[in-house]
């Protein structure tokens, strides 16, 4: 079993950045596929941004390429999103999730694990 936690949302203007942060307890995930979902009231939970558990390799969804950044510290249990040149449109919850299989992580029916979520607000 695997516990996520993140931290780092809050409430930042347009143009600004943030750093979400998401740290595993449970046994080690550094094979594990990792990655960012986040849902916005009244909208299904969508994908943002997965690292690849044995390439490395990342992946974004359309409408953050170029303005957001997944990393991960595999000593560490952690994964992070960058977040710059926030829009009012990136406001959501944004959820860390982990994924134990071989395929590239990019739905929701794919993760395993999933963290508490932490809000992020961009105002304009």
């Known amino acids: 079993q695997v516990q996520l936690a993140e931290s780092g949302g809050g409430l930042v203007q347009a143009g600004g950045s943030l750093i979400l942060s998401c740290t595993g307890s449970g046994r080690p995930f550094s094979t594990y596929n990792l990655g960012w979902f986040r849902q916005a009231p009244g909208k299904e939970r969508e994908f943002v941004a997965a690292i690849s558990g044995t390439t490395g390799r990342t992946y974004y969804a359309d409408s953050v390429k170029g303005r957001f950044t997944i990393s991960r510290d595999n000593a560490q249990n952690t994964v992070y999103l960058q977040m710059g040149s926030l829009k009012p449109e990136d406001t959501a919850v944004y959820y860390c999730?982990?994924?134990?299989?071989?395929?590239?992580?990019?739905?929701?029916?794919?993760?395993?694990?999933w963290g508490q979520g932490t809000q992020v607000t961009v105002s304009s």
């Open positions: 999730a982990a994924d134990t299989s071989m395929l590239i992580l990019r739905t929701t029916q794919q993760v395993d694990y």
